[in-house]
């Protein structure tokens, strides 16, 4: 039986109808556990984006319950959700990074501004640098690094105020059988660090590609929002 | 939770010197909003009537050598009082007397406008203060009509007011629009980290207030300065009599009143600013 710290997100019947009337998710449920890497893939406008952006809150669902770290997070006061927000990594689609800092200072950037300082902070920026490999990387102006080492870079951002989820939009689009490979070894790090990831693809075949099993695809109905 | 906060702040704050010409710009556009609002405030309290020659008739009364100031007093009072008296007051032993020449001894000197009266006027004066007025001159003056502005110039001033207002709303739209257009990057990276929403507008109007601050420092300046360069000027005196008189108007002005129109400036600007772009990035695709 899982207790509520085994599961990073839960997502119960959650339905989603444009305000054009388009049901995008009729009752979708699935579950993300700690230390699980899920792909949620489809192609454009399937709505990818949009369940990440239902995960964060950004917009609510017309029905159904998401629960991060065991919180109903549209139940929350926005205090709290801001709180618990913190706790969710996201790499957008195109990854934002701070081309004119170096790897360590994009980390830093991001700690600071969460008021996260002292010991903490270099906990986090030890741990975000290692589990992406970036470590020797982290003098580095960002606008130096490859393709790959940047999408790297915006999810070692994600991770470094250590959350229980990483949210990632995309990060293999427009990327080299090389640089993807380098950003499925930098998730299979984060997944051995504790770290669960949603990853959407527009590439259907990619996580097979990459071996990952079947149980962790989560196909989503194609061209569903007009 | 104001934590990180500062650090955003002191972050934009510097991302601002890089476009320090177009905030200079806004402070400036501020200092002249002060300015014209202060010159608006101060011409209020001068004088509106226009200037004509007035004719006065002064009675000196002389006073007697050991007449003690309490009644001295008392007769300024009592011939106050009297019809036809416009004003009292008061010389000691040479003293000038209004229009030339000297107070031989202390002096009353009680001012009319109408000369029909002047001779019961003596007379009065003469039975009220027996024994204390040892004698009675009188003169005639014509006065020099004191300064005064058209009115004209307060709907002037009204005029700069709006307009200076105006330019420092636009000034500041362009100073707040091209940092945040340099800061568009930082300001994506902060809301895909969670960092709640006052804390990345509020930067962008506390930025703006400080700059406000720094006009009101400027508008400060140029108001002490003019204030020691024309402050043995009389005409000065009669136009804006609050201004040489000192008072807690500009410091109130640069200290309260700047950052606090930068602050609303800042936050209009920035409000056209988001709207003018889709928010956020990266978000729009479903």
Redesign the interface.
């Known amino acids: 039986m899982l207790g509520t710290y085994d599961i990073a997100v839960q997502v119960s019947e959650l339905c989603y109808v444009t305000p054009e009337g388009v049901a995008?998710f009729d009752g979708l449920s699935f579950t993300l556990l700690r230390e699980e890497i899920k792909f949620v893939v489809g192609p454009?406008?399937s709505?990818k984006?949009?369940l990440l952006?239902l995960i964060m809150r950004?917009i609510f669902p017309t029905r159904g319950q998401i629960l991060v770290a065991g919180r109903n997070i549209l139940r929350l006061n926005?205090?709290k959700l801001?709180?618990l927000?913190?706790r969710?990594g996201?790499?957008?689609?195109?990854p934002?990074?701070?081309?004119s800092r170096t790897v360590e200072e994009n980390l830093r950037?991001?700690l600071?501004?969460?008021?996260?300082e002292g010991e903490r902070a270099e906990e986090g920026l030890e741990k975000a640098l290692s589990l992406t490999g970036l470590s020797p990387l982290k003098e580095l102006m960002a606008y130096e690094l490859g393709e790959g080492e940047r999408r790297v870079l915006a999810i070692a951002?994600?991770i470094c105020?250590d959350p229980v989820v990483l949210l990632c939009?995309d990060p293999f689009r427009g990327l080299s059988s090389q640089n993807q490979e380098r950003v499925v070894e930098t998730l299979r790090s984060l997944q051995k660090g504790g770290i669960a990831s949603l990853v959407t693809s527009q590439d259907t075949s990619l996580p097979q590609r990459f071996g990952f099993p079947q149980e962790v695809v989560l196909p989503l109905r194609p061209e569903v929002?007009a | 939770m104001i934590r990180g906060v500062g650090f955003i702040f002191a972050e934009l704050f510097r991302t601002s010197l890089r476009s320090w010409t177009r905030w200079l710009g806004f402070s400036l556009a501020l200092g002249l909003v002060l300015a014209s609002g202060s010159a608006l405030a101060l011409l209020q309290e001068g004088r509106s009537e226009g200037g004509f020659p007035q004719t006065y008739w002064i009675l000196v009364l002389k006073l007697s050598p050991d007449l003690r100031d309490e009644k001295i007093n008392e007769l300024g009072w009592h011939f106050w009082t009297l019809e036809g008296v416009k004003r009292v007051s008061y010389r000691f032993a040479g003293d000038e007397l209004p229009g030339g020449g000297t107070a031989e001894e202390r002096s009353l000197l009680l001012w009319t406008e109408e000369g029909s009266k002047v001779e019961g006027l003596v007379k009065q004066v003469q039975a009220i203060g027996e024994g204390a007025i040892t004698e009675v001159d009188v003169i005639h003056r014509v006065m020099p009509p004191p300064a005064s502005l058209p009115p004209l110039s307060r709907v002037v001033a009204m005029v700069a007011l709006a307009l200076f207002a105006f330019i420092s709303l636009v000034v500041g739209r362009v100073a707040v629009g091209g940092t945040f257009v340099t800061w568009q990057t930082e300001w994506d990276f902060l809301r895909y980290s969670g960092v709640e929403p006052w804390k990345l507008w509020g930067p962008f109007v506390g930025t703006a207030a400080l700059w406000g601050l720094f006009g009101g420092a400027i508008y400060l300046l140029v108001y002490e300065g003019i204030k020691f360069a024309v402050r043995n000027i009389v005409t000065v005196t009669q136009i804006a009599p609050g201004y040489l008189s000192g008072g807690p108007l500009p410091f109130v002005v640069a200290f309260v009143v700047a950052p606090l129109w930068g602050a609303t400036a800042g936050g209009i600007a920035l409000f056209l600013s988001l709207h003018r772009k889709p928010y956020p990035r990266g978000l729009e695709e479903v």
Do not use: Q, S
């Open positions: 995008v454009p406008l709505g984006t949009l952006k950004e926005v205090k801001y709180r927000r913190e969710i996201f790499v957008p689609y195109p934002v990074i701070l081309t950037f991001k600071r501004a969460l008021g996260i951002v994600a105020n939009d929002v």
